[in-house]
């Protein structure tokens, strides 16, 4: 048997001092790995709070820039659907100047509006969207042409008489209308407009009966089939309708399926059918063929129309409703 050669004690002292040198090596290499982790660690963390924070800088700057320029985007955007609902085209340099915004935040607003499909951008500015399948909002419709709706408000008023049970829709029109009839007295109104029922509720003299159904949330009516079941379930002395264009081939067109629907449904449960429709809407052709109108039918709007119109209606028997001048 081969006896291990046992080292002199200068032999095992270096040993030791080897193996002791090798585990501190180690040891300050994991202690450096460690501190190097918890370091970077700290710094990402660091920096994502930083990022964090410039973010939220940033977006409170951008508030705060857009709060000194007098509105917030939203608003602008709105206004600027109003503008085009109003006067179908607009240019980007005349924006700028009106909000006091540059030229490319007026793009930016454009180019969101044409992906919503509101708008066609032009050379330097943009056009309203024609292909009115796209329904705009009941908040931007409220604001446009409100003094000739408010003409006609006034005109349907004076049509609705004490005791009359009617139906409206839910148009931006027809809100108006609900306005004036707050100085009625015994009427029953029957609607699937969520902003009529709120205009009309609590009010002495008029019962206000709701339709129920599925909210469409860019007009706030309600459609759907339980309404028209509820619809149906009614008849009525005036149903008191608008629509987003009337033209003497096609009759009254609107923007969806949903809301035409439930206007077919009024107007085949109404003794008279009172259309509101403002000039605007005039020579212009919707998505969705309403209806045609019948004998009977009374037209309002807010000014005279040409002889072509007026010898249309006498033919077809509608009477006209006009301001008087």
Partial sequence: MRIPKILPFRGRCVTAVLFFYVDFRLL?????????ENFYQNVNKKTYKNKKKCVKLNKEKKMEIEMETGMLAIE???EILAILQKEQRVLVSE???RYDVTDETIRRDLEKLESEGYVKKTYGG???NQNTKVDMPLRIREKTN???KQIIAKLVADLIEEGDRIML??????????KELKHKNKLTVITNSVEVLIELAGHEGIQVISTGGNLNETSLSLVGNAAQKVLNGYHVDKAVLSCKGIDIRNGLTDSNELDSDIKNVMYSCADTAVLAVDSSKFEHVS????MQMKEGDILVTDRDLSKEWR???AERGVRLVVPEE
Avoid: Q
Wanted: contains cysteine; positive net charge; aromatic residues 6%.
């Fill in 311 to 313: 010898a249309f209606l």
């Fill in 126 to 128: 943009a056009v309203l």
């Fill in 287 to 290: 998505f969705v063929k309403t």
């Fill in 169 to 178: 829709d839910a148009s931006s029109t027809t809100l108006m209308i609900a």
């Fill in 146 to 148: 409100r003094s000739e």
């Fill in 76 to 78: 602008r955007k709105n």
């Fill in 95 to 97: 924006l700028s100047k």
């Fill in 28 to 36: 300050v290499t994991e202690c450096a790995v460690t501190i190097s």
